[in-house]
């Protein structure tokens, strides 16, 4: 369901119908004549769709978490917002950027729309930004030939759906200016190489069964997800092109099985 197409649609309709009644329908109405129903409602509802419409397309946009490839950081049942203005000002529904303001920085946790499918929201850590060299080797971490630093907290374990409890290690990731926990499973090898797909630019990268380099190309980055093992993300389905970001991740708003995780900032 393209939310932002239907809101919009309901911001014309309900405009078109209060301009309308502005300029033309209301001086044709008696005096003492109640409006239309098909009037009255769709003016009273068009400064709320208004407002949403202005909130949720330049401001503060509202996500829920829908899978667990971001654990520790987001789990599942999450409800986050997400800053639409921090990357720049972009038309709503066609996502086209008029105003530039701040890039992607390694580090930031990344909402965009999926390569593969823009209908479907995706999201997921950047770490690599243009020209930079990502390489993933033995589970470990490397850009531009420098390893990032990875720090051992414990044992860490979760729910997920239809396969019971997980067990992972848990770390402390030194990305860009601050850190960040990520897990990584025992039972799981480096790349799950059978699940890496072609996409555009496939030939900045170099696959093995242990991992891969990549070079980022111009306006596009490399996301990976904080749950290691059990994430899709750009290992195996490219890049991510700016064109297809929606904003910045960074606070928690609600959580309806775990209330103290309402108000935490995202890191």
Same mark, same amino acid.
Not at 62 to 67: G, N, Q
Not at 94 to 101: A, E, G, P
Not at 156 to 171: A, C, F, H, M, T
């Given at each position: 369901?393209?939310?932002?197409?239907? *809101?919009?649609?309901?911001?014309?309709?309900?405009?078109?119908?209060?301009?309308?009644?502005?300029?033309?329908?209301?001086?044709k109405?008696?005096?003492?004549?109640?409006?239309?129903?098909?009037?009255?409602?769709?003016?009273?509802?068009?400064?709320?769709? *208004?407002?949403? &419409?202005?909130?949720?397309? &330049?401001?503060?946009?509202?996500?829920?978490?829908?899978?667990?490839?971001?654990?520790?950081?987001?789990?599942?049942?999450?409800?986050?917002?997400?800053?639409?203005?921090?990357?720049?000002?972009?038309?709503?529904?066609?996502?086209?950027?008029?105003?530039?303001?701040?890039?992607?920085?390694?580090?930031?946790?990344?909402?965009?729309? &999926?390569?593969?499918?823009?209908?479907?929201?995706?999201?997921?850590?950047?770490?690599?930004?243009?020209?930079?060299?990502?390489?993933?080797?033995?589970?470990?971490? %490397?850009?531009?030939?420098?390893?990032?630093? =990875?720090?051992?907290?414990?044992?860490?374990?979760?729910?997920?759906?239809?396969?019971?409890?997980?067990y992972?290690?848990?770390?402390?990731?030194?990305?860009?200016?601050?850190?960040?926990?990520?897990?990584?499973?025992?039972?799981?090898?480096?790349? =799950?190489?059978?699940?890496v797909?072609?996409?555009? %630019?496939?030939?900045?990268? =170099?696959?093995s069964?242990?991992?891969?380099?990549?070079?980022?190309?111009?306006?596009?980055? %490399?996301?990976?997800?904080?749950?290691?093992?059990?994430?899709?993300?750009?290992?195996?389905w490219?890049f991510?092109?700016?064109?297809?970001?929606?904003?910045?991740? &960074?606070?928690?708003?609600?959580?309806?099985?775990?209330?103290?995780?309402?108000? =935490?900032?995202?890191?």
């Amino acid at each position: 369901m393209n939310f932002p197409l239907i *809101l919009f649609s309901l911001l014309v309709i309900t405009g078109a119908v209060w301009v309308l009644d502005y300029l033309i329908w209301r001086h044709k109405r008696k005096q003492d004549e109640d409006e239309p129903w098909w009037i009255e409602y769709p003016k009273s509802f068009f400064p709320i769709i *208004l407002i949403v &419409f202005c909130l949720r397309s &330049f401001i503060i946009e509202p996500f829920k978490i829908p899978s667990g490839s971001m654990i520790p950081t987001l789990i599942v049942g999450d409800f986050i917002l997400v800053n639409k203005y921090v990357y720049g000002i972009r038309l709503p529904v066609i996502n086209k950027k008029i105003i530039d303001m701040d890039s992607p920085e390694a580090g930031d946790v990344l909402v965009f729309r &999926f390569p593969e499918d823009p209908s479907i929201d995706y999201i997921k850590r950047v770490v690599g930004v243009p020209g930079d060299v990502v390489t993933y080797h033995n589970k470990k971490l %490397f850009i531009n030939d420098k390893i990032v630093e =990875q720090v051992y907290e414990g044992d860490y374990k979760y729910v997920e759906p239809g396969l019971g409890y997980i067990y992972s290690e848990k770390y402390t990731e030194y990305l860009g200016e601050a850190n960040h926990s990520i897990l990584v499973s025992r039972e799981v090898n480096g790349l =799950q190489y059978a699940s890496v797909r072609e996409f555009p %630019f496939r030939e900045n990268c =170099q696959y093995s069964r242990t991992g891969f380099t990549c070079t980022v190309p111009p306006g596009n980055y %490399f996301t990976l997800g904080d749950n290691r093992d059990s994430s899709s993300d750009s290992r195996y389905w490219g890049f991510v092109p700016d064109e297809n970001i929606v904003g910045k991740a &960074f606070m928690i708003w609600w959580n309806f099985g775990d209330f103290d995780r309402i108000g =935490q900032f995202i890191q």
